[in-house]
């Protein structure tokens, strides 16, 4: 047991969650902090922190970060985070020399998409898209059951695809990119709007969230699933503009499966519904070609923690040093004398 605990702790805008997961996919110990976003060291002492905590309860012997941001392809480096205060950010190392422990940093969407892989809904599935819908939306894309990254390091990143030119303003720099129309933000951004107005609508999201300033699109979905008119209909639009974005993917990947994660998936039919008859009717030759399945993920909201610590085991594994027996037993079969230390 010892050598397959890892910790992994998923970076949102929000918040940094952290658990002990074990090779099977299981959490055996949890963490939770606010994320201060405006200040990358205080990140850093947040991500120490819950890493000492976990190790002094748990025989630990990596740590997977997933991270919601551009990671360069070396898995070390933040490159852009459009929700947080990194630029260029080293923080694998960072956090190594803080921690001791071999450390590996991806995009938080491609641990969610790993995690679903090995242990979730896109088991036995060789190429899958999944698609994260949170305060913005993430993405990952394995081909024959391997994460594809890009040249670059930044696949996935499908939340920033054009669909709406000259549209809604985006933190990214752009304007009318997906996430603006497909994500959590979009239920956020009219549930606002209705407590604002004093609307019996506004009202009832407040009683929900117990105060003004805490309504989010949670709320919405919540009213959603309980037979509100209005609030299905807010999520149904989201789940229109999924299946437009989803449509657009097939068009250059072909998965077989998307998996949609995240917490506006919560609404689980009220929202795949619509996706799916959307992506139906603007599927690129729709009528002469297999459609994809689209399916709800089955993690939940700690699949980045747990992709990221499996994906950090599995690094660290390969990267260990084998046992100086082995290293003679190398030698013998190769004919070569095994190198002495000084």
């Known amino acids: 047991m010892p050598d397959k605990l890892a910790i992994g702790i998923d970076i949102g805008g929000t918040k940094i969650a952290a658990g002990v997961v074990d090779e099977d ?12 976003s405006t200040d990358p060291a205080l990140v850093l002492d947040a991500i120490s922190d819950l890493t000492a905590e976990l190790a002094a309860e ?9 991270a919601a941001g551009f990671i360069d392809s070396s898995q070390s480096t933040v490159l852009f985070a459009p929700h947080l205060a990194w630029r260029n950010e080293p923080l694998r190392d960072r956090v190594a020399r803080r921690t001791r422990l071999p450390v590996l940093v991806d995009n938080d969407a491609n641990a969610s998409g790993w995690a679903e892989w090995r242990f979730g809904a896109a088991q036995n599935e060789p190429d899958v898209v999944t ?7 993430g993405g990952a894309i394995l081909i024959d059951g391997q994460l594809y990254r890009g040249a670059h390091g930044i696949a996935g990143e499908f939340g920033h695809q054009l669909v709406e030119p000259d549209g809604r303003p985006c933190e990214c720099g752009n304007a009318g990119c997906w996430e603006q129309y497909a994500s959590g933000r979009v239920l956020t951004r009219r549930a ?5 107005s004093g609307s019996d609508l506004g009202n009832r999201l407040v009683v929900l969230a117990t105060a003004a300033e805490l309504v989010d699109g949670s709320h919405v979905t919540q009213l959603a699933r309980a037979g509100d008119a209005t609030a299905t ?18 068009a250059s990947l072909d998965p077989a499966l ?9 609404a689980d039919e009220l929202l795949l519904g619509p996706a799916r008859q959307a992506y139906s009717g603007q599927l690129t030759g729709r009528g002469y070609r297999s459609e994809a399945r689209i399916v709800r993920a089955h993690l939940g909201p700690e699949a980045g923690l747990v992709g990221a610590a499996d994906m ?6 390969r990267r260990r040093p084998a046992h100086p027996a082995a290293r003679v037993r190398a030698a013998g079969r190769t004919g070569r004398s095994p ?3 000084r």
């Open 131 to 137: 698609v994260t819908l949170g305060t913005g939306i």
């Open 312 to 317: 950090a085991r599995i690094t660290a594994r």
């Open 233 to 250: 209909e807010w999520v149904a639009d989201v789940g229109r503009w999924l299946g437009i974005g989803l449509a657009n993917l097939s």
């Open 58 to 66: 748990h025989p630990v012997k990596s740590v997977g970060i997933g």
């Open 25 to 36: 996919g299981l959490i055996l110990a949890r963490r939770r902090r606010t994320t201060p």
């Open 192 to 196: 606002q709007a209705e407590v604002a």
């Open 339 to 341: 190198r002495r230390r």
């Open 258 to 266: 998307f998996v949609i994660g995240g917490g506006v998936s919560d």
